[in-house]
């Protein structure tokens, strides 16, 4: 009986999480409506928050799906690239965040549109999908710079990440840094392409 | 007569933009209502859409106020720094607009808080604000890279510009690089240290 119970409400859950995401790759956070998903799914609007705490809770396990598709992109464009050029693959790596980001808009954007009030409340299977992604850059980062303390590579490693993002949030937001989108690809390849193992002199 | 209500309408206009500072730089974006502003000028709210187009109009003002301020909070790091060391220019003028972002956050946000449409949208003077704090960038950038074609240093001004912006959002929002706010600085630090003109061979 009570399995039969769990088996209802994870049914329910799954299928909220298929419309939410259906909304969110095409308008974002702001095409989710606790009234129009209980609609869409069949039940009632206190039936979704029997099954997620709130609708931050459902927002968040969608982008954990968008997480998976952009590792999984990011993993194709590594594993694209002959071994032994790190910073190709870093550059390779950086062109597939801004292919997803261009070609999936709506969705990339929900994961930083979300409130995220205190880094304890991230669950940890979130944290897990970033630290993928994460793992993803700090390998070819540590062979470009060999001798970085360990600490430093991983400083380094968000520190590219968040560099990337921002170069992709104002490109593809035609905003302060208004650039051509054809041109955020060479933007890229010139940043990452001058990255060297030997500190600057100047 | 011309002229008295003209001057009734600038006076108007710079207490507007004035009140809309001061609620910017405590609330951002979000405690911008029409209404408030109105009874603080001690006018209709019509008055104020005599004045700006509209609220976005009022916003704008301010933002190249905030525009202003970053740009001498940076070009000052930019004077304190000894000449001849253009990477160690570019790491500090970094670092001010890390400081400023995080000591003005509100103000900051709005910057890129509000819609801008279409480029042409874009009046030439918010332009120019924007154009000084790219200069700004392009000079030292020039000197470590004295090789590239002005087009590649144009692209890579606006480029440099976005990823610290990324870094400085991601890490002031403790989202995703969720990076200690004390790290911060040494991780700007680590990416420009290792820009240099030769082109990794890796």
């Known amino acids: 009986m009570a399995g039969k119970v769990q088996k209802k409400r994870d049914d329910l859950r799954a299928k909220l999480i298929d419309f939410a995401e259906v909304r969110i790759k095409s308008g974002g956070i702001a095409d989710i409506r606790a009234r ?11 039936a979704i928050y ?29 594993e694209a690239q002959p071994p032994g050029h790190p910073v190709h693959t870093m550059i390779a790596m950086s062109h597939a965040y801004l292919h997803f980001a261009r070609d999936n808009t709506p969705a990339w954007r929900t994961l930083f549109d979300l409130e995220v009030s205190t880094e304890g409340a991230v669950p940890n299977w979130y944290l897990e999908e970033l630290q993928k992604l994460f793992t993803l850059i700090a390998d070819p980062l540590r062979r470009i710079f060999p001798d970085m303390p360990a600490e430093d590579v991983e400083l380094m490693t968000r520190g590219l990440f968040s560099a990337v993002h921002g170069i992709v949030l104002l490109g593809l937001e035609k905003r302060i840094s208004a650039v051509p989108a054809d041109k955020l690809e ?7 392409s001058h990255l060297t193992s030997t500190p600057s002199e100047k």
Chains 1, 2 share one sequence.
């Open 36 to 46: 129009d998903l209980a609609k869409e799914a069949g039940c009632a609007v206190g």
């Open 50 to 78: 029997n099954v997620f705490g709130d609708m931050n809770d459902l927002i968040m396990a969608v982008n954990a799906r968008t997480f998976k598709r952009v590792g999984t992109q990011v993993s194709a464009a590594v």
């Open 186 to 192: 060479h933007m890229i390849t010139l940043v990452f």
